[in-house]
């Protein structure tokens, strides 16, 4: 089985990834810094993830919040 591991070079991530290889998989570790990642392997790919994930450019306008449907009851069920 192939695995992807995100936060891959946290203390969980590091022991999820040699856990996996310990039994057999193949294993994708997805961290923010590759090359400081401790663990080496053959079925082992470290793969770098992008740190800028937000989109930093303001919008055009801004979000406004849906008024409720309905007359803002609950709605009911029919049975």
């Known amino acids: 089985m192939r695995i992807t591991v995100f936060g891959a070079n946290g203390p969980t991530g590091r022991l999820l990834t040699g856990q996996a290889l310990d039994a057999g998989h193949e294993v994708a570790a997805v961290t923010r810094r590759p090359d400081s990642f401790?663990?080496?392997?053959?079925?082992?790919?470290?793969?770098?993830?992008?740190?800028?994930?937000?989109?930093?450019?303001?919008?055009?306008?801004?979000?406004?919040?849906?008024?409720?449907r309905g007359r803002g009851g609950r709605r009911r069920l029919a049975l």
Do not use: F, N, Q
Not at 40 to 54: D, F, M, P, Q, S
């Open 38 to 68: 401790p663990l080496r392997h053959a079925r082992l790919e470290v793969v770098g993830a992008a740190t800028g994930v937000r989109d930093r450019r303001p919008r055009r306008r801004p979000l406004r919040s849906r008024p409720p």
